[in-house]
């Protein structure tokens, strides 16, 4: 069974920082794309950034260059590094793996201004 484990979130004042983590179970994760998804109030989930097995990334326009996402194979752990956040960044954060339909529960990030 699949299964994934956000946490990390919380309330942080503008231009603050936060790491999340993502800690999957229930797949061969050294196999799977892991992406970050986040979903604000009244908006679709989009995806934040992503990272290929071999550890290339993408982001979504609205983070590069302030969010940065890593994976630990060992630990079977995708981060998601935030720094300059902004109160636009405020939402449910999920990850995903590439080849699983599954979600976590997601962990709330709030940025006040």
């Known amino acids: 069974q699949v299964q994934l484990v956000e946490s990390g979130g919380g309330l942080v004042q503008a231009g603050g920082s936060l790491r999340l983590s993502c800690a999957a179970s229930?797949?061969?994760?050294?196999?799977?794309?892991m992406g970050w998804y986040r979903q604000a109030p009244g908006k679709q989930r989009e995806l934040v950034a992503f990272?290929?097995?071999?550890?290339?990334?993408t982001y979504a326009d609205s983070v590069k260059g302030r969010f940065t996402i890593s994976r630990d194979n060992g630990k079977n752990t995708v981060y998601l590094q935030m720094n300059s956040l902004k109160p636009e960044d405020t939402a449910v954060y999920y990850c995903?793996?590439?080849?699983?339909?599954?979600w976590g529960q997601g962990t709330q990030v709030t940025v006040s201004s």
């Open positions: 995903k793996a590439q080849l699983a339909n599954n």
């Open positions: 990272i290929t097995t071999t550890g290339s990334t």
């Open positions: 229930g797949i061969i994760f050294s196999l799977n794309g």
